[in-house]
Each structure stands twice: as C-alpha cells, then as structure tokens.
DNA sequence: CATGGCGCAGTGTGATCACAATTGGCACGC
DNA sequence: GCGTGCCAATTGTGATCACACTGCGCCATG
C-alpha cells in the first residue's frame, strides 16, 4: 500500500535523499538517545515501517544496526523493545562514561578557545531552561549536546563514537531516572566543568566531568 | 535457487537452529576479527549469500551489523569492505585498548584463581606455537583468547562488549601488521602478565597490559 | 468461579523480484 | 599512446509474499 509518496521519479534530480533505512535510523537513534522512548517500550517492524512511510525491509535494517548498538534488545523470538537495564548494567555503563568522558575532556581542552566555551555556556543556559520547564527530552537533549559540544574538541572519532553508542543504551534510563527526580536545578558540575575549562586547568576538569556523569546515574539505584 | 539444504521440515525436532542472518553474522565477524581479511578486501552480498547458502535478506542484515560495529565500512553507493584504517584512528583505537583493557585486568585480579592463570598459561603456549608455525590467524586467535580468559573473570559484560568491537575494527589491520614483521618470539609481555596475575600485583598487572598493547599496535605506523 | 486448551491475529524471517545506480572495460577518436 | 565516452554486467535497495512461530484472548469444562 504505497498511499504516502507516489516515489515514481528517480529521486528528483538534487538531493540524494539519504536511503530509507537511514532515514529510519536516524529518526530511531534520536527517539531512544532523547529519552523519548521508555523502557521496555515494544515495537514492531511493521508499526515502524507505517510510521516512516517505508515497508518492512529498511525498518528490520535499522532495528538490526540499533540493536547492534545495545540501543534495543531483541527477544529470543525477534520481538523488539528499548531496552530495561539491571542495576549492575547501569552501573558499568556509568562506569564506561567516567573512564571516556574524563579522557575526551582532558584532550578538548588543549584545543578549546573561548567562542567554545561560550557555545557550551548557551547550551547549558538552555538545558536550565529546560530544567524550569519540566521537559525530559529537551533537558536530556541539552545535557548530551553540553558534552558533545565540548568533546567534538578533542577530535578523537573512535572514542566518541564509542561514548555515543553508551549514551544510546542510556537513553530510555534516563527518561525514567528524570521522571523519578523530578530536578528543579540545573546539573550543578556543568558549573564546574565551565571554570576549569576556562581556568585551563586539566586535573580539575577531568574530576568536574567525572563528577557530573557518576552523579546523574547514581539515583537510580532501584 | 535453494539447492544446497532443502529446508522443508519445520525445524527438525530438537536443534533451535540459530536464524540464518546470525549464522552468517558470527561466521563473518570472526574471519573479520581473526585477521582472515585484508584491509580493502571488498564483499557483496550475493557473494556472502552463496557462500553461506542464504539469500541476499540475511546477508544484507549481517553486513548492516557488522558495520554498525565498524568491522565493516561501506562506501557512500553501499559497496562493503573491511575497513582501511588510517594512522589516527588505528593510534586512537590503541589508546582506546590502553584505557580499558587494563581495568578489565584489575577487575579480574580480584577474582582471578589458579586454574584461570594455567588455563592462560596454556593459551599462551599455543600462541607461542603459532608463532613458530607462522600462522597469522592463529597467533591473532590464540593471542585475543589469552586476553578474553582474563577479561571474563572481571564480570563486566558491558566494557567487554565495547572491548570486543574494538578488537573487531582492528582485525583486518592485525593481519597486516603481523605479515609486515614476521615476528619469531612470543609476545613478551604475555610474561609479564601472568607474572602480576599471579603475585596479586594490581600496579604492575595494569602496567603489563598497558604496555602489551600499545607495544604491538605501535609498530604499525605507516 | 477458576482453569486449561484451542484458535486466530499479529509478528519476525527469508526468498524473490523489479529497479536504479555504480562500476569496469572496451572501443573510438584525438 | 592516451584520454574519453559509452555500454553491459554487477551490485545495493526496497517492496512484497509465503510461512512458521508466538502470544493472547475466548470459550468450554470441571
């Protein structure tokens, strides 16, 4: 049933309009990475496929590189959910953070200039906002993007992509451990995290980083 | 054309028969990981379909896997090949090796008793073997199994996890760098290893393992 | 009213097909 | 001899279909 795009041209001359299984990704990736999704949340390939206007093919395609990632987990039969993490599982997790995260700030930090800091001082302002408001996925947004923004710096692919790939199997968690707490202040290390930088001061922001990632994860012991 | 097994009875009573997409996920993966496959070495589905006797659906899912794990790369018209890794990347992946392998040693010294050290001992000796034998695919084995037995013991599946797509990314580039220097003797500090495992040495196991992996990844540099 | 069994709707899996894009080679012309 | 353009074979993509399995609700029975 082929009723939302006719897709009968080619591809319409300019864009390459990324393949559909991209698409599908992407759009996933940034649902389970913001929190948007709890966990256990079930999916079927065929609802994802309706959803982005795709058959079934490029949502099983997506759905095996997300679960590739640890971003879901799929049942010994195939069905798909985000995943619920255990105790232990959140903890290492937190644990993979403040090994990485540390290390991409230490190697940001040799490289950062004022307009960076500047830009993450923006971010954060937002992700107080955000905090005021009570919205869970734009606080998530924010934070992640906080950090992102600052070890982009460090220009080291592998790890940060490995860090994204942790993020990701945090995601729905997160959703869970902000609905429990509700914050009504900002992350208070993000504070922290602005002085060392701007001090140059690598020992102390490898603790701020530190701090702030074990911080968030320790509430949500069950 | 499905010739090769008829595939007509439900399942053949008692084997689960793992599902076709993650027979050819595994068998992949570990000529990846084992150094079977040169850097560039390129793959098309159809091929990789045949050779395991499937169609091109669960051969098209493995790959989707495997390149979200960065075991493969694809270029931007979807042509498949293992990855040619760059002098920065193969450094950070080493840097990425020296920060959690050498946790993972820590955690597993706590645990570590004396049957694991000779069952390590005994990997060893078999890596030595191939070595003599100028197997590359069985040093690259016998050595990343050396490493694993030990990890295991730390009880931190997601860090191994992580660990284990590292290792997958460097595969191709092992087998290049192990023909480069047909090495004679037996990594060395596989030695130093077990000596620390065994007098309950934390500093000193953390140093060993650090050093036996930026060591061998040092060489490389184009 | 509780419980066990049956059947149907829903779901993932894998094969196949049509199609567009890329690739590699070959011939032609400068 | 070398570059250039074209053609055919190869390749990835996505839709569709048949099929087997799972899970859940419904109904009959104790």
Redesign the interface.
């Known amino acids: 049933m082929p009723d939302t795009l006719p897709r009968l041209l080619p591809v319409q001359s300019d864009a390459p309009v990324q393949?559909a299984?991209d698409r599908v990704y992407r759009g996933l990736r940034q649902q389970i990475m913001h929190g948007e999704l709890a966990p256990g949340h079930p999916l079927t390939l065929r609802g994802i496929g309706k959803s982005f206007g795709v058959s079934m093919t490029p949502a099983?395609?997506a759905v095996?590189?997300?679960?590739?990632?640890?971003a879901l987990s799929m049942s010994g039969s195939?069905r798909v959910t985000t995943p619920e993490l255990s105790n232990d599982?959140i903890e290492?997790?937190a644990?993979?953070r403040a090994?990485?995260e540390p290390?991409l700030g230490s190697r940001a930090l040799r490289r950062a200039h004022l307009a960076l800091i500047d830009r993450m001082d923006a971010i954060n302002e937002a992700n107080a906002r955000a905090v005021n408001r009570q919205e869970p996925v734009n606080y998530i947004r924010t934070n992640l993007e906080f950090h992102r923004t600052l070890y982009l710096r460090a220009q080291?692919?592998?790890?940060l992509?490995?860090l994204e790939?942790?993020w990701l199997?945090l995601g729905p968690t997160m959703r869970v451990l902000y609905t429990r707490l509700r914050r009504t202040t900002p992350p208070p290390h993000h504070r922290h995290i602005l002085e060392a930088l701007r001090a140059g001061d690598d020992a102390a922001l490898r603790l701020a980083i530190r701090t702030d990632v074990t911080q968030g994860l320790k509430h949500l012991q069950v």
């Open positions: 393949a299984h099983r395609e095996r590189r997300l679960s590739a990632e640890g195939g599982r290492e997790l644990q993979i090994l990485l290390e080291s692919p592998a790890i992509g490995l790939t942790v199997q």
